[in-house]
């Protein structure tokens, strides 16, 4: 059973940081893209930033979040990351964890984290 656990949200103020976790268990993820989304409230779910497991390592972000998140992965222990620097209010959402396969065949999603930035 897959399964992907976030943590790490929380509340700070604007210009602040956070770095976000998402433990993945119940499968190896070769080839897979995982990533990070957000809703706001009274918003659709949208994308943040995206990594290839394998393949390099290779990333793509939104662009209101480009040069301010970084995202990356551990192998060792199977960990996502999402550094978040010079966080805005607008950042406030929940973040959820995504693992999708290659075809799309299987998609999952954590639980989600809260995120709220203060002005």
């Known amino acids: 059973q897959v399964q992907l656990v976030e943590s790490g949200g929380g509340l700070v103020q604007a210009g602040g940081s956070l770095r976000l976790s998402c433990a993945a268990s119940?499968?190896?993820?070769?080839?897979?893209?995982l990533g990070w989304f957000r809703q706001a409230p009274g918003k659709e779910r949208e994308f943040v930033a995206t990594?290839?497991?394998?393949?390099?390592?290779?990333?793509n972000y939104a662009g209101s979040v480009k040069g301010r998140f970084t995202i990356s992965r551990d192998y060792a222990k199977n960990t996502l990351y999402l550094q978040m620097d010079s966080l805005k209010p607008e950042d406030t959402a929940v973040y959820y964890c995504n693992a999708r396969a290659p075809l799309g065949q299987y998609n999952y999603w954590g639980q989600g984290t809260q995120v709220t930035v203060s002005s």
């Open positions: 119940g499968r190896t993820f070769n080839s897979y893209t």
């Open positions: 990594i290839n497991w394998n393949n390099g390592g290779i990333t």
